[in-house]
């Protein structure tokens, strides 16, 4: 980086806030946190293995209010998200219309494609869970932490099942950090990959039902999208239909008859806003899609707030950058975020934020303060929703 040193710890003193991170994954690098200069992070659980360990990381750096972040503080803390990642979908089923407790050979060849017919390969795999089960669960914990999130939850049409087992010597070769016993369970990294694929419509079961409770509960959501940014927006735009932003020849004839609606919006007329069926505000994590593919996320009439959060690790991990240089100068500066995606919390964590920040920055023309500045308003708004900072 050509900036200089006090150039970099002036943005440290800014605050720095990783908005979608998993150090989870590495448990011997949570105390590490402590010593770290990012701020805050915001800390995904993505499968079984980690709702606990996530939720007890938050228990031990927890963020009591909102306006903690601000003050310039030498503490540290992180946001948890709860959700299930589509690259373990297959292990939930569907019981939310019906009880059920499938056979596991049976439930895996219904949600993957093609078919498998190798039934040691099925039996191999985690007995699937309940997904009306895990809302329940995921909603207690959010319910333990008011700035908690859902997430990392999506939909992924290039992921293949790996082979094998997931707790083996190869998986952790290529990671930064740790032993091998370090290692959460469950993760598919370092593994030959299967030919099977989960269901896109399974995947999207599991999603809505993620979806509708970050909508119950008004949470933000953190969103995994592979080659399915579309179908995500499809079934955002599902849950908000009929409360769209109004254009502007609605707001003109709204000024002229400002009571008309009154009695549907608020019966009573106590001026009290109703609980609105979808989340109020969406984080598109690593964002991968084009410049084009922004416009239906952005558009006028979307009701929610939705960010666009880049990380290194993903977004610049390709020799050509020209789609992520044109897609974060399409992103509007109040609606753009940065995170390390990374494994393990400590001084690598710390360097990933700082390089996207710069590369951020750098892209959008910013002063390296200003930009800094812009970020962490964003985080906080993200977070706490437009209400909250007061």
């Known amino acids: 980086m050509d900036e200089s040193k006090d150039t970099n710890e002036a943005l440290w003193q800014i605050g720095v806030f990783d908005a979608h991170c998993h150090p989870t994954d590495i448990m011997a690098s949570i105390k590490d946190i402590a010593n770290m200069k990012a701020r805050v992070l915001t800390v995904m659980a993505t499968r079984l293995q ?55 050979v049976d439930h895996y060849k219904a949600v993957l494609t093609p078919t498998p017919d190798d039934e040691e390969f099925l039996k191999a795999l985690p007995a699937p869970r309940s997904l009306r089960e895990f809302l329940r669960e995921s909603e207690e914990r959010l319910e333990e932490f008011p700035y908690s999130l859902v997430g990392e939850v999506g939909l992924d049409r290039s992921f293949r099942l790996p082979q094998g087992p ?8 290529d990671k930064t950090g740790g032993s091998e016993e370090d290692y959460t369970p469950g993760s598919r990294e370092g593994r030959p990959l299967s030919p099977y694929r989960v269901n896109i419509e399974h ?50 004839r709204a000024v002229s008859a400002p009571r008309a609606h009154q009695d549907e919006e608020d019966p009573n007329g106590a001026g ?32 929610a707030e939705i960010y666009f959060s880049f990380s290194t690790a993903i977004n610049f991990s390709n020799a050509s950058t020209t789609k992520v240089t044109g897609v974060i100068k399409a992103v509007p500066d109040d609606r753009i975020l940065i995170e390390s995606d990374l494994h393990c919390a400590g001084e690598t964590m710390d360097r990933l934020l700082l390089e996207i920040i710069h590369k951020v920055c750098e892209v959008k023309g910013w002063d390296l303060r200003e930009g800094a500045q812009k970020l962490k308003a964003n ?10 900072r007061g």
């Open 272 to 303: 009290q806003q109703k609980k609105l069926p979808f989340p109020p505000r969406v984080c598109m994590h690593s964002y991968s899609g084009p410049p084009d593919a922004l416009k239906q996320f952005l558009g006028p009439n979307v009701p």
């Open 379 to 388: 985080w906080e708004k993200f977070i706490f929703g437009s209400s909250a």
């Open 166 to 173: 997931s707790a083996m010597a190869g998986d952790i070769k």
């Open 50 to 104: 980690d709702q606990e360990m996530v939720r007890d990381t938050a228990r031990k750096y927890p963020l009591k209010d909102s306006t903690s972040t601000s003050r310039g503080e030498s503490s540290k803390y992180v946001v948890p998200a709860f959700g299930w990642h589509p690259w373990f979908s297959h292990q939930m089923y569907d019981d939310l219309e019906e009880d059920m407790h499938p056979n596991q």
């Open 203 to 252: 995947q999207k079961a599991v999603l809505k039902a993620q979806f509708e409770l970050a909508a119950k509960l008004q949470r933000p959501l953190s969103v995994h999208s592979v080659q399915a940014h579309g179908l995500v927006f499809d079934l955002l735009q599902a849950m908000w239909k009929g409360h769209e932003k109004p254009s502007k020849r609605e707001r003109k």
